[in-house]
């Protein structure tokens, strides 16, 4: 039998739905760092902001898990918190938010 050499997690989301996420493919990491990329902008300034490229980054993730809530923002916040959605950034895209520059960016808007 295989080795799985990556974290696997089932989650349950606030709707009831259960899903599985693992780390992104490299093609879908390319997509979700460049959204990530966006807490680097000058606009992002404010928490809120930095809160919409979470969920996008997110949603990014849930591209096969979840295609229905990787395209439907509101069903997306409908169905996620923010634990859960700071795990799913944390096993998919390798996002650590013990991390102080990501803290720094996400809270500040500078990295």
């Keep these: 039998m295989p080795t799985a050499i990556y974290d696997i997690a089932e989650l349950e989301l606030e709707n009831g739905e259960t899903i599985i996420v693992k780390p ?25 902001s930095a809160l919409d490229v979470f969920i996008k ?29 700071m795990k799913i950034l944390e096993i998919c895209g390798g996002l650590k938010m013990t991390d102080p520059n ?10």
């Design 57 to 85: 980054a997110a949603m990014v993730c849930m591209e096969k898990s979840a295609p229905h809530l990787s395209k439907d923002r509101e069903a997306f916040e409908d169905a996620v918190n923010v634990p859960t959605m």
């Design 102 to 111: 990501l803290l720094g960016a996400a809270l500040v808007g500078t990295n």
């Design 24 to 48: 992104l493919p490299i093609k879908t990491l390319k997509k979700f760092m460049n959204v990530i990329r966006e807490l680097d902008d000058e606009t992002v300034k404010s928490e809120e």
